[in-house]
């Protein structure tokens, strides 16, 4: 998915709730602190209400990725309103080798409560360093998702196999792994065993962080031998200038990549829009019913 400056997609809700006294500072009056003001840069914008997991970049003026461990995150209503959540967002790893210079290494990631639709604000501060740097931006929750959600049932695509295609037409990557080209998106349904799909395009991902999804996806197949994890690339043909293929369509995707991981029934447990690392996805991956 392409990271645009300023527009999450999200909503509210955190940890811990903030005390809206008389006196204490809006979300405006916290950006304008000391400090360099920036605009958030997204890495998710599909949210509907319920748990979402939010994931951003910070980027200084010289167009420099501030990385540290961890960043302060506040909500509020309006940039002129106190902020009623405050919580905590933490720097995930994305992929699973050294980036190549100008690529981002990681992003923040905070998982948020957001059970109302509407627009909010989110100002983020990375904790530490020597350089203050405050980044706001607005998010955005609708009625409902696009792509499908948690609890909902998984599209039953015939997505190409091993079977019906060459490797090489199956994929962009640059070192395939076959082994997530064995079973289509219908045949994993058709068992009725839990599964991960993953829709992405390594040679043709538009961002800042979405090409190393694919070796994270195989990173964490090979610690679960008996669990099926199924790659889709995203463009008919594999050339962006033909638009998306059917197999996006039928998911509804709105952006790339994506991640699912699916229960024995059928029913989606866990989703990731745009990055995710190797812990986030084994945390999921080993969360499903045995």
Request: net charge negative; glycine share 8%; with cysteine.
């Amino acid at each position: 998915m392409c990271l645009a400056a300023c527009s999450l997609a999200a909503g509210c809700g955190g940890s811990s709730s903030a005390q809206e006294e008389p006196d204490a500072p809006t979300l405006a009056e916290l950006w304008r602190a000391p400090g360099e003001d920036v605009a958030i840069v997204p890495g998710s914008a599909d949210f509907g209400p319920g748990r979402v997991r939010l994931t951003f970049l910070v980027v200084d003026g010289e167009g420099r990725l501030v990385t540290r461990p961890t960043a302060k995150v506040w909500l509020a209503r309006e940039l002129e309103a106190v902020p009623f959540v405050e919580t905590t967002a933490r720097s995930e790893k994305i992929g699973v080798d050294a980036v190549e210079p100008g690529e981002a290494g990681e992003i923040f990631v905070t998982e948020l409560q957001l059970d109302d639709p509407g627009t909010y604000w989110v100002l983020a501060e990375p904790v530490g360093g020597t350089k203050r740097i405050q980044a706001v931006g607005n998010v955005v929750v609708q009625e409902e998702t696009r792509a499908p959600d948690v609890g909902a049932a998984a599209p039953a695509s015939e997505t190409p196999t091993l079977a019906n295609a060459a490797l090489e037409q199956l994929t962009t990557a640059t070192v395939p792994d076959p082994e997530l080209y064995r079973a289509s998106v219908a045949q994993a349904l058709a068992a009725e065993e839990p599964f991960v799909v993953a829709f992405a395009t390594p040679r043709y991902c538009t961002s800042r962080t979405c090409g190393p999804v694919v070796d994270v996806v195989s990173a964490v197949r090979e610690q679960h031998p008996g669990l099926r994890f199924i790659h889709v690339e995203i463009y008919q043909d594999n050339d962006p200038t033909k638009g998306e293929n059917r197999w996006v369509r039928e998911w509804g995707l709105p952006s790339e990549p994506w991640i699912f991981v699916v229960g024995a029934d059928g029913m989606i447990r866990s989703r990731f829009e745009g990055t995710v690392s190797v812990r986030e996805l084994e945390e999921a991956v080993s969360s499903l019913p045995s």
